[in-house]
Each structure stands twice: as structure tokens, then as C-alpha cells.
Nanobody, 122 residues
Framework: QVQVVDTGGGLVQAGGSLRLSCVASGSIVRINAMGWYRQAPGKQRELVAFITRNGITNYADSVKGRFTISRDNAKNTVYLQMDSLKPDDTAVYYC????????????????WGQGTQVTVSS
């Protein structure tokens, strides 16, 4: 069993900052990439940022220069530091971990967090 829990959302004024955290736990052999996605009302879920196990990062154009993704492999944790937040950043943010569970014959599975609400007021 693998669990992914994401936390840290909240209500913030435009220009403010929030830090999201996501931890994966359970029967894990290894975690490859970890990432953050978001879904605003009436819109499709979109990639915000991801980071490989070796620390290579990629960001959506809309958040480049404002958001920073990082991870702690020893803690199976990924973070998303969000600065200069805008009302358009309002969404439910989801963490995804690409996990090799014990007993999977080294097959990679996607595990999602339950989501955390981020609301940015103007």
C-alpha cells in the first residue's frame, strides 16, 4: 500500500506566498518523478511543475519565476514554494508521485494526493 498526502493550501491575498508539501509513504522501493498539478473550476487538470529523482525540474510557463519545486528523497517528500501568487492560481493542487511499490516487479505506478485548495484573493 502506498499513500500520498498533500497539505499546505489556504487563502492568501494576491502577491502573497504559500508552501505546499507532499509526502509519500508505505511499501515503496523507489520514487521517480514527483510533481504538482492543479485544477480550477470548469477547467482540466494541468501540470504545474515536476522534479525528477535527480533534481531536474520543469515548470508550466504560467508559473515560471514564481514557483519553485524541490524534494527530499530521504523523506519521500516534495514541496512547492509559491510566491507572487495571482488570483488565476486559485485551484485545487494535487501531488503525484511515480512510485515503484514493493512486489511490483519494478513497474512504476502513479499515486495521487487528495488535493489541497489554494485560493488567492484580489
Amino acid at each position: 500500500q502506498v499513500q500520498v498526502v498533500d497539505t499546505g493550501g489556504g487563502l492568501v491575498q494576491a502577491g502573497g506566498s504559500l508552501r505546499l508539501s507532499c509526502v509519500a509513504s508505505g511499501s515503496i522501493v523507489r520514487i521517480n518523478a514527483m510533481g504538482w498539478y492543479r485544477q480550477a473550476p470548469g477547467k482540466q487538470r494541468e501540470l504545474v511543475a515536476f522534479i525528477t529523482r535527480n533534481g531536474i525540474t520543469n515548470y508550466a510557463d504560467s508559473v515560471k519565476g514564481r514557483f519553485t519545486i524541490s524534494r527530499d528523497n530521504a523523506k519521500n517528500t516534495v514541496y512547492l514554494q509559491m510566491d507572487s501568487l495571482k488570483p488565476d492560481d486559485t485551484a485545487v493542487y494535487y501531488c503525484k508521485a511515480d512510485v515503484i511499490p514493493w512486489g511490483s516487479n519494478y513497474q512504476v505506478y502513479d499515486y495521487w494526493g487528495q488535493g489541497t485548495q489554494v485560493t488567492v484573493s484580489s
